[in-house]
């Protein structure tokens, strides 16, 4: 038999298989080549490639790539910290030539990947009646003061108020994933219609042809922003109106009169509410109030609706919750009418939420360098870490698997941080694992459809 070697985090392998076979090192090449020097031996793709799965096994910093190195086995020689270090000082150098080759790269693998979906594929789905939802939503980063363009955020602390565009294409075909995360100071504004806009253009630039006619002009039809009450702002909404994309963003009511808080006691007007799974709730109601609350100076076809459900315990009642139901609002242009409907594709909204929260557990909520150009590029970098695995999901997977559904922390525990040993001898190495380990048959399932997919690739039975 031949040599034995321990190999740790052997389950992070399938995201080492996932990108060798979505040829990731000669794309990084093509792109990042400026960042080092010619004769280096760690080229870009190398770097990137092993910070990225270094954040998706669960590390905070460029230190925590000895998980990595511990085993070259499996993945090979890995830059050292001070290696990495220098490849970051020139991305500090060279911002936008960087986001410009990051955003071009991450483009072309997920338009590689939604293709390689089939069936599964998010633009194929995307029409005017079901369309490509993408969710905007901003949050706060903590950081030290002392970080450049940090700054005092409304909770009292320091940090960052990134904006963040994220695609949810449904719960049935995985997570989603994250297409634009922009950095910005922690005083910055939520409700900020120039970030929502910025951020919204990184997010367009990032969705495949599909998107586009031949002429490069969008099919906004087959969009739908969704955002919270910060991305209501009529400049926002004007904006998307002028591209053809529909909206559904949360509003916040008026001070209106006595007598429209006495009609929302009738609920004999209103028709019942549906939950996730398209079942009638007993408990709430919905409403399309657009005739009875004038809207002034949004474009045109803006309908307003209502929301009443029993107030959650502890909740404070306000003006409108007077029959002991929470009053929430939300203003749609969608070509759909269904009250209910659209009040439960807009509830769905919150799934964002978990995304942002995997975005932070995979870089985004510790931002380890003082330059702010740096820390954007890592901030990117998070995101990519997230995506491999989200793209994992949605084109490796078989269609249903409860793997689909799996959030990057149970993927850490179920799988990337699953043991294994090397066996070296006749010019070969295999991978031993447990065959008792519960992820053992996962790992084996993922590196056969991946190696299925690379072959499928490289034969151009696939678009590229």
């Known amino acids: 038999m031949g040599k034995l070697t321990q190999a740790e985090h052997a389950g992070l392998s399938v995201l080492t298989s996932f990108l060798n076979a979505l040829d990731f090192r000669n794309l990084c090449e093509d792109r990042f080549s400026q960042f080092v020097l010619a004769t280096a031996t760690h080229r870009p793709g190398a ?72 069936p599964r594929n998010p633009a194929q789905h995307a029409t005017a009646a079901n369309p490509l939802i993408i969710d905007i939503d901003a949050s706060l980063v903590h950081v030290h003061s002392d970080k450049e363009h940090s700054a005092g955020t409304y909770k009292g602390g320091y940090g960052f108020s990134p904006m963040i565009a994220m695609a949810d294409y449904g719960k049935t075909n995985g997570t989603g994933e994250v297409l634009a995360v922009h950095l910005r100071p922690g005083n910055r504004g939520a409700n900020s219609a120039k970030s929502h806009i910025e951020v919204l253009n990184q997010a367009l630039a990032q969705l495949p042809d599909d998107f586009y006619d031949e002429r490069g002009n969008l099919h906004g039809e087959k969009i739908l922003v969704r955002t919270d009450s910060a991305g209501s702002s009529r400049e926002f909404l004007h904006r998307l109106d002028s591209l053809g994309i529909p909206f559904s963003t949360s509003y916040s009511l008026p001070v209106i009169k006595e007598r429209f808080i006495r009609w929302i006691d009738e609920k004999k007007y209103w028709e019942p509410a549906l939950d996730a799974d398209g079942v009638q709730r007993d408990d709430a109601w919905v409403i399309d109030a657009s005739k009875v609350i004038e809207l002034k100076d949004y474009p045109p076809g803006t309908r307003i609706y209502l929301r009443a459900e029993p107030l959650h315990p502890g909740a404070k009642a306000t003006l409108f919750d007077t029959d002991g139901n929470r009053v929430t609002a939300f203003l749609t242009n969608s070509p759909r009418f269904n009250v209910a409907f659209l009040d439960a594709r807009h509830r769905a909204r919150g799934r964002c939420e978990n995304r942002i929260k995997t975005l932070k557990n995979t870089g985004l909520g510790k931002l380890p360098y003082w330059s702010f150009a740096e820390n954007q590029a890592w901030a990117d970098l998070a995101m990519f870490a997230l995506n491999l695995v989200a793209w994992l999901q949605l084109a490796v997977l078989p269609g249903g698997h409860d793997a689909s559904v799996w959030d990057v922390k149970r993927w850490r525990y179920r799988l990337f941080s699953m043991a294994g040993k090397i066996v070296s001898g006749g010019r070969q190495r295999r991978l031993l694992i447990p065959v008792r380990a519960p992820g053992a048959q996962l790992l084996l399932q993922l590196q056969k459809n991946i190696g299925v997919l690379f072959q499928r690739w490289r034969h151009g039975e696939l678009a590229t």
């Open 47 to 118: 770097i990137l490639g092993a910070l990225a799965l270094s954040l998706a096994a669960g590390g905070e910093q460029v230190s925590d790539l000895d998980q990595l190195r511990a085993s070259p086995e499996l993945f090979g020689l890995v830059a050292s910290d001070a290696t990495v270090s220098r490849f970051m000082s020139r991305i500090k150098e060279q911002p936008e030539a960087f986001a410009y080759g990051f955003a071009t790269m991450t483009r072309i693998l997920r338009t590689k990947v939604w293709t390689a979906a089939g």
